[in-house]
């Protein structure tokens, strides 16, 4: 539909759903309630499986059929629905004097329930009078307790129940930035109260031979998912070397690594592996194929410990988490050493995202809180 476009469409025709995909625009939709029951029903179905009660439409009902609200009862609905019903006194629409009601569902097939609540009233003397003024999501935040899906990515492997060990402050250096991340998530829960269904993930989530993505990207693209409880593109690591040979040496940059007989270690996860595989960036590309790639193809991929281990005997850089890497040099290295030591960033930091499904009906619902 164009701009400031009216049009008058009949519910019996399937080609109308068609003037209400919209991409970016937002859409304001007034339905006649009064129309015969089971068109509507079966219309609204339609609009619900076709994700038309988003953010982006705006539905207005006119009714004077006092219980079409259970009509959505079986209508897939979401926190974010916008729908408001207007229902006329028994005088019908010549009167003055209406009562408008807002409808939605937390979280529908999720064990969500209809929710109904009379937010103002309309007379052709006062106007339109509210009785709730506060944003939608302040209304609606107590969700019944709904189950939502959530995974995480835990690549060093744990002891004990996954839940426990979220919620332990035990070794904040091992998995730093996925428990961090899930513990940010947790005040949100609570705020909204739904239930968190959280499994493990095998990885945040790359494009595989065929085509098609895995882990957390995975589960997020085909619905098994409803949100991730591990940030995405959060990479913030830097190049850990010590300087014992000359106090007054200055390595500021990875070509300045590149110019030094420093030999060069990274911090074993998955997403170093991938960076190093496919970054476009020609330092680090040939910082990878000539000093951690190594000789004859050999590893230097280590475990921070025994990748700092080295840091401390001098002549060695590291690629780590500064999060991973700190708790490990604050018990390990001697003060004297640590005052030896030197960053270099291998690429900027970027912030932690929460990440939800494509067109999510959460979105919103997250940012908000």
């Not at 189950?147 to 919620?167: A, H, M, Q």
């Not at 409803?226 to 040496?249: C, I, N, Q």
């Not at 030197?342 to 997250?366: C, G, I, L, W």
């Amino acid at each position: 539909m164009g701009k400031n476009t009216i049009s008058v469409l009949n519910i019996e025709t399937l080609s109308s759903l068609k003037f209400l995909e919209t991409q970016n625009n937002r859409m304001g939709v007034v339905l006649d309630g009064d129309c015969n029951v089971e068109r509507i029903s079966s219309f609204l179905r339609l609009c619900g499986t076709e994700k038309f009660f988003d953010v982006k439409h705006h539905w207005l009902i006119l009714t004077s059929n006092k219980s079409i609200s259970t009509i959505f009862e079986n209508v897939e609905l979401y926190i974010n629905a916008d729908i408001h019903i207007v229902y006329a006194p028994s005088a019908g629409f010549s009167s003055v004097n209406f009562t408008v009601e807002d409808v939605y569902n937390p979280a529908y097939g999720k064990g969500g329930k209809l929710q109904t609540k009379t937010i103002g009233y309309y007379s052709a003397k006062d106007g339109y009078r509210a009785r709730e003024m506060q944003c939608k999501y302040w209304m609606r935040r107590n969700m019944s307790g709904v189950t939502l899906k959530s995974r995480i990515v835990l690549p060093i492997p744990f002891e004990g129940t996954l839940l426990d060990y979220l919620n332990s402050e035990a070794n904040p250096e091992v998995n730093t930035f996925n428990r961090f991340h899930y513990n940010v998530m947790r005040p949100c829960v609570n705020y909204y109260n739904f239930t968190p269904h959280l499994t493990l993930s095998e990885s945040w989530g790359y494009l595989t031979k065929n085509g098609t993505w895995d882990g957390l990207v995975a589960a997020l693209d085909t619905k098994s998912a409803d949100y991730g409880s591990s940030p995405l593109f959060f990479y913030s690591a830097s190049l850990v070397s010590t300087l014992l040979m000359k106090p007054d040496t200055k390595i500021k940059t990875i070509e300045d690594i590149l110019g030094s007989e420093m030999k060069v270690g990274c911090e074993d996860i998955l997403y170093n592996r991938d960076y190093f595989m496919y970054t476009i960036d020609k330092p680090s590309r040939k910082l990878y194929l000539k000093k951690v790639l190594g000789r004859q193809n050999t590893s230097n991929f280590l475990p921070p410990e025994e990748g700092l281990a080295l840091v401390k005997n001098g002549g060695y850089a590291f690629h780590v988490e500064l999060a991973t890497a700190y708790p490990i040099i604050q018990k390990t290295f001697p003060d004297q050493t640590i005052c030896q030591l030197r960053e270099v960033q291998m690429y900027k930091t970027q912030p932690m995202h929460a990440n939800v499904q494509k067109h999510s009906p959460f979105r919103d619902m997250f940012d908000t809180w």
